[in-house]
């Protein structure tokens, strides 16, 4: 991990992929045979990783040979943990100050069931002026690095406005990158609003966001073809435990850009929780290895 500053001797940087992780996790993930209800489960101490839709994008982003950089918002002891736990990863950090404690995201895999059990806090909640701090966090990064692809990542924490991903998405796109809005309602519908680049919810966001069904291939197909409407590039819906369905943009012209247009390769998703499927993200021109 090198963690982002603001000093001069910090290079201008053009494509790659910028995400935003407004509420991140300290992730203790625990492995055991089986749970047992009404008695004391003793476990071996968890795998602790730094945790968030967009600190896993950027992770698995880093892997495959990508430029990356995490944009998030880190208070107390656990944040610090954070930190730690990306040192030594090809992950750019650029943390905004909070005050309360990062949350801590706690998960349970039982290997005798192939089942999991996840307990997830909404986190603390943050004030207007942490909300501030993020944002000129975000949009001094796009200003500077200038990312092919810019993604608002996951839940917003108590406190922060449901428009927060939409100017994201317009700060994005104001300067020529793309935006991808992997979040929820009701956060997510505020964030196409002003339409997008790429959608990719999971086969509950996409109902939610269309209040159509979406829980078979045939479902996900129609939804997706629609939210071509929204997604200028393309949509891919997420049906657990296959790949997502990716319906073929060629419909619709792509939009110009003088940026570099890298695409993230179909990949295993590695979100907080286990047993998860595998994400897809496609874009114009050549795959990147």
């Known amino acids: 991990m ?16 910028l995400t935003v992780t407004p509420n991140p996790s300290l992730d203790l993930l625990h492995t055991v045979g089986r749970l047992v209800r009404e008695d004391a489960n003793r476990v071996a101490e968890p795998r602790v990783r730094a945790g968030g839709q967009g600190i896993n994008v950027a992770r698995v982003a880093a892997v495959l040979g990508g430029e990356a950089t995490a944009v998030t918002l880190l208070g107390g002891a656990s944040g610090d943990e954070i930190r730690s736990s990306l040192a030594g990863e ?12 990062t949350r801590t995201f706690v998960a349970v895999f039982e290997t005798d069931t192939g089942h999991g059990l996840l307990l997830n806090s909404p986190g603390p909640k943050r004030s ?8 000129e966090r975000v949009a001094d990064r796009i200003e500077r690095l200038r990312p092919a692809w810019v993604a608002g990542c996951g839940s917003l924490p108590p406190g922060f406005a449901t428009g927060f991903y939409r100017r994201v998405g317009f700060a994005a796109r104001a300067d020529g990158a793309r935006f991808v809005p992997d979040c929820d309602l009701p956060a997510l519908a505020d964030a196409v609003r002003d339409g997008c680049d790429l959608l990719v919810p999971n086969r509950h966001e996409a109902e939610r966001l269309t209040g159509r069904p979406a829980g078979s291939v045939h479902e996900a197909a129609l939804v997706a073809h629609d939210l071509l409407d929204t997604a200028r590039i393309g949509a891919a819906i997420t049906l657990a435990p296959t790949a997502p369905f990716s319906p073929h943009a ?8 003088s940026r570099p247009s890298p695409a993230l390769p179909s990949v295993p998703a590695t979100p907080s929780s286990p047993g ?5 993200w496609e874009g114009p021109g050549p795959k990147t290895p």
């Open 250 to 257: 060629s419909r619709r012209g792509m939009p110009s850009s």
């Open 2 to 17: 090198r963690e982002a500053g603001t000093g001069a001797d910090e290079e201008a940087a053009t494509g790659g992929i």
């Open 90 to 101: 090809a992950v750019d950090l650029c943390a905004a100050a909070a005050g309360a404690p």
């Open 128 to 135: 207007p002026a942490e909300e501030a701090a993020l944002f």
């Open 276 to 280: 998860s499927s595998s994400a897809s």
